[in-house]
């Protein structure tokens, strides 16, 4: 699950000019991992609170503008985060904090998808379940 959450921030960031000339030259790997780690956690985070990968889901089709509770949970570690490891500028965090609701309907559109099997519901259960083979083991290893 990390792994087309981190290609849909490669493709997001991307295809945005803006968003990509925000981030240093030489340091876009980097900014793409941790924006991914952010949404990769909060997603799991509004999972587990949210009753799993169904109510997850609820929440995103309930729409995901900027102050919905997913894009603030994953708002406000990202942007602080942005800036202490990256030395990026609050107009550089915040454009990119903004791009957050887009980000996340990308992921809600592909899950979403019956012709797209890259996120499903079942795959999002299995990586949001905490277990050695979900999201929590993979990206536990990441943090040590």
Known sequence: MFDQIL??????????????????AGQEDAVHQEIA?????????????????????????GGIGSGSPITSAIEGGL????????????????AIAAALPGLLQKFANKANDPNDSSITQDSMTSAFSGGSGGLGGMLGGMFK
């Open 7 to 24: 290609n849909l921030v490669k493709d997001h960031m991307g295809s945005n000019p803006e968003l990509s000339s925000a981030i240093p």
């Open 79 to 94: 942007v602080g985060s942005l800036g202490t490891k990256f030395g990026l500028p609050p107009l550089a965090t915040g």
């Open 37 to 61: 780690s952010h949404v990769a956690n909060g997603l799991q985070n509004q999972a587990s609170s949210a009753g799993g990968a169904g109510g997850l889901m609820s929440m995103l089709s």
